[in-house]
């Protein structure tokens, strides 16, 4: 909070030069793309599509349509993630890159399960208990997961240096994985198919939307709403934004200050296992190493949306989402940009560049405990 | 009457520099008790360690016969000891009304799947932790409640958030009340007001109070024993009559007169 009084006495340096450059080229960026794709909205043939973009065919509404749904979908499931991320960083003040793996080891225990179901031909008959069951054991395994990891790892080191649990988890991920690896081996595994009623294409509201979709964005909904109800109207809830504001005062409050971290972790797993499964069902593939990107995706978008706020976390990752979904082909392809299909993971990590360019305290802003904020 | 307190030969030392040596002291149930001292005397040790902040390195406390060495501050809280600190530590994020509700954590029984399942006992509990958080509030008048309830901590006033912070003191049900300075930093006008409240606490909610004072006005006013505190050791106790009248707490706040230097 002081750099910026310090700053303002002092003179310009080629940092600031080159970051207001990058603002500007970013933003320049953002806009003429946009506009290049409603002129080739408008006119396939016009000047500037000839130039930069021959033969564009645009993109018609349904199109459009489309990419929207499928990146909120892909944002619902990195906000789930991104929650972990916000819930752990609010209260301990560190980054568990281990989280990925909790996720991973959702959408893992989620395969075996439901392959046991298919094989049993429950799956078939009977999908939503299975569903029910396959989210149930993901969550478990997630929460426990959480849960040890805390207990093992980063308990010990809770008055050490932060940066120290930061460097545990990184450990912590690699043994995950590498535990995963050995013990199912490298091959990727699929979920077994979805049943017909469910993945059939359903129209709500001109939206033409598959029915993989619909559940992640309800099953998605359901969660962060349950999950708000806790945080804000439960006694603890109350408890944990009380620990994260100030451990030793939330102490003298008569609160279990161990027992709330504990619960913290526990229900960020329960969030990533819920994730999880929406992965595996609409994805239908998990190795040892599926847990890495969506890891830092949804780091990313809690970055996005700000670390410590949980609204924040799950919008920032909707709309990181959203921005990785479109921005290819609404951005990117009118400048004439080849292979965008391929460019989501960079369009991803250039909208945080552009987010924390002009809000570097997250869309809906930071919500640090007291000795973090000093 | 019995002490509700009791603390025998407590020693605390900071990388060799006592803190507090072979402090005794004891409260009687229904006492109000204040510990004056100059700066550095151990006086917020003295309240950190019946707290459970710092561990002591020899002596006991005990409350209502039984140690309380050892126990989590959170454990302190259960068994009934509250405090408050002498530079105001809310949760500045969180409403007035949340700071009290939240404070009532260890007197209450629901948890997380009740709220889920919104089951009778939850929302019965819940109007109870509410309506006990509005009616330690109404204890400071029409300052803490109204629109103010919903207002988060930080936007709070300096002498508010005092009373905010002994109002959260007051909702953990404690038997005995720990105010570190209450007054600090308060207009003679709230200073007057507030202590009338101290006598309250005593008189209407039954706590036993120890408190840490600066303003001797304060002290006279409210307290039935003065304990005085200086470099860690007790210098003199007594009603105040007593104690400012005794020639060590005169020199330890004022000097020793310079005939005597020689």
Sequence with gaps: MTAVGVRSTRRVSWVDRFLTTLRIVLIALIVVGLLAFIAQQIDNDNAFARRRNPGATGLTAAQVKGLFVTGVAQGAMYGLIALGYSMVYGVLGFINFAHGEVFMLGTMSGFIASTKLSDAGYWESNFIGSFLLIILIAILVSTATAVVMERVAYRPLRDSPRLIPLITSIGVSFFIQNAVL??????????????????????????????????????????????????????????????????????????????????????????????????????????????????????????????????????GGVALGTAESLGPQVILEPLGVKGVSQLRDAVAFTALVVVLLFKPAGLFGERLSEDDRA | MSPIMHIHDLTVSFGGLNALSDLNFHVDEGEIVSVIGPNGAGKTTFFNLITGLVEPNSGDILFEGESILGLDPYQVTEIGIARTFQNVRL???????????????????????????????????????????????????????????????????YANRRRLEIARAMATQPRLLLLDEPVAGMNPKESVELTNLIGRLRSEWGFTIVMIEHDMGVVRDVSDRVVVLDHGVTIAQGSYEEVSNDPQVIEAYLGRPAQDAS
Excluded at chain 1, 232 to 258: C, F, H, Q, S, Y
Aim: charged share 20%.
């Design chain 2, 91 to 157: 949760f500045p994020n969180m409403t007035v009304l949340e700071n009290v509700m939240v404070a009532q954590h260890c007197r209450t029984h629901q948890h997380a799947f009740g709220a889920l399942l919104q089951t009778k006992a939850f929302r019965k509990e819940e109007r109870e932790i509410r309506e006990r958080a509005e009616e330690v509030l109404s204890f400071f008048g029409t300052r803490l409640i109204g629109y103010r309830l919903d207002q988060p901590a930080f936007v709070l006033s």
């Design chain 1, 182 to 315: 050995g013990l199912f081996g490298p091959n990727s595994k699929s979920y077994p198919q979805l049943p017909e009623w469910l993945a059939k294409n359903r129209t709500i509201l001109t939206f033409d939307i598959p029915g993989t979709k619909i559940m992640v964005l309800v099953v998605a909904a359901v969660s962060m709403a349950g999950l708000w109800w806790v945080v804000e109207r439960t006694k603890t809830g109350k408890a944990m934004r009380a620990v994260a504001e100030d451990k030793e005062i939330a102490a003298l409050m008569g609160i279990n200050v161990d027992r709330t971290i504990v619960l913290t972790f526990a229900i960020g797993g329960a969030m990533a296992g819920i994730g999880g499964i929406l992965w595996g069902l609409s994805f239908r593939s998990v190795t040892h190493l599926t847990g890495f990107l969506p890891g830092i995706k949804a780091f990313t978008a809690a970055v996005v949306g700000g670390v410590g706020n949980l609204g924040g976390s799950m919008a």
